[in-house]
């Protein structure tokens, strides 16, 4: 058997985060400014499942599988299959008011500044980890961290997805066109 020191290990961890990150960043940009919503969907497949592979870097292996079965498995196909329910292929799309786009933009601006405070202000687990000993792969401890300190980021996301589900009904209207 073949030993590998540990900065070698460390090294193509890094080489492997260093690789997922790029495929993350550059699928979500593909996602977001492909003109094809079926493409759009597939690219954010890719990505979710990229984010997996980061979950398991940070060996929280039943956060990658729940995060496979649940985002890549079920909102993503119910998504596509929704866009290609939509024929959303055409042409002739009808453009959006200048006071949409500003929204859009103002709202985006808004989500980024709050995510930089959150990051700024955030603290590491590793130490909480270390001093308390639980082990945070345990389902229990799991619900119990997740239902009880991080309740707030939780009802956050489930929100995340019903405004989510919201537009694309929304998207699958039809809008009317003047003649």
Do not use: W
């Amino acid at each position: 058997m073949i030993h590998i020191p540990d900065f070698a290990h460390a090294s193509t961890i890094q080489i492997v985060f260093c690789v997922l990150a790029f495929i993350t960043v550059i699928t979500a940009f593909l996602a977001i400014f492909s003109r094809n919503p079926i493409h759009s969907a597939l690219y954010l497949v890719i990505c979710f499942f990229t984010i997996a592979g980061h979950y398991l870097l940070l060996n929280a292996q039943f956060l990658a599988i729940v995060h496979i079965i649940v985002y890549s498995g079920a909102i993503m196909i119910l998504f596509l299959f929704t866009l290609m329910l939509m024929n959303l292929n055409k042409q002739n799309e009808v453009h959006k008011p200048r006071i949409t786009r500003l929204g859009a933009i103002v709202s985006f601006c808004l989500i980024c500044i709050v995510l930089i405070l959150v990051f700024i202000n955030s603290k590491p687990i590793e130490g909480e980890y270390i001093a308390t000993g639980e082990d945070y792969q345990s389902i229990k401890v799991l619900g119990h961290v997740l239902l009880n300190e991080y309740m707030v980021p939780f009802e956050f996301a489930s929100i995340l997805l019903l405004v989510a589900m919201i537009g694309v009904v929304l998207l699958s209207k039809k809008e009317k066109t003047e003649k």
